[in-house]
């Protein structure tokens, strides 16, 4: 079974995308990171053609073989990545590196074009969304900084995201829209593992 979570920066994905994937047994892959580690690639000089992004265990990411996962939510990589993740061939090389990765397993797959782009055919599929207030509040809790400019840096992240012409973020046709804006992420797990209970049944498996 294939599960693909979408939504704008600081939702909820990564943590719920963990969490499901560690309940069901599933493999986790973070693709925002994957974009992180592209854009670590382009300030370390590195061409992408020539880097090998991988993904390990509970969605370690690991740049030629190094282990990169503790460098990636540096704040420096939010507004990089965003701009790298507009460019069709870094598209291109990612979403290819993500369908390998999803081939042939479960998995439950977070980013922004996973149900529209990188796996259309996925059985469920999640649109996780906040308020953007909501969103400023949960990214400062992590990175610190002022509210005021916590907020506009995920503004114009979600600006930059969803107005790009290539994949921009949108809700798949046949996404699951999940607001998390007064949720906990322990209230947002039951209510999408209820959902898998649910499309498993549907689907006999
Ligand atoms: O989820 P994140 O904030 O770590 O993602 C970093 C950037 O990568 C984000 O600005 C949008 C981009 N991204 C994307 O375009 N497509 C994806 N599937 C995942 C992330």
Not at 24 to 48: C, D, E, I, N, Q
Not at 116 to 121: A, G, H, S
Request: net charge neutral.
């Amino acid at each position: 079974m294939k599960i693909a979570i979408d939504g704008p920066a600081a939702a909820g994905k990564t943590t719920l995308a963990k969490a499901l994937a560690k309940a069901l047994g599933f493999l986790f892959v973070p693709t925002g990171a994957m974009y992180r580690a592209a854009a670590l690639a382009h300030k370390r000089g590195l061409s992408l053609a020539d880097t090998e992004i991988t993904v390990g265990e509970e969605g370690r990411i690991f740049l030629n073989g190094e282990d990169v996962t503790h460098l990636l939510s540096n704040p420096d990589l939010d507004e990089l990545s965003s701009k790298l993740a507009a460019d069709a061939r870094v598209r291109a090389r990612l979403v290819e590196l993500q369908r390998k990765i999803a081939a042939g397993r479960d998995v439950v797959m977070e980013g922004r074009d996973i149900g529209t782009v990188v796996l259309p055919d996925a059985e469920l599929k999640i649109f996780l969304w906040a308020t953007l207030e909501e969103r400023a509040r949960r990214r400062r809790r992590e990175q610190g900084g002022s509210f005021e400019e916590v907020l506009e840096a995920i503004r114009r992240r979600d600006e930059r995201d969803s107005t790009r012409s290539c994949s921009p973020l949108r809700p798949a046709p046949d996404a699951v829209l999940v607001d998390t804006t007064d949720k906990t992420p322990e209230e947002v797990l039951a209510l999408v593992l209820k959902l898998v209970e649910e499309r498993r049944a549907k689907l006999g498996c």
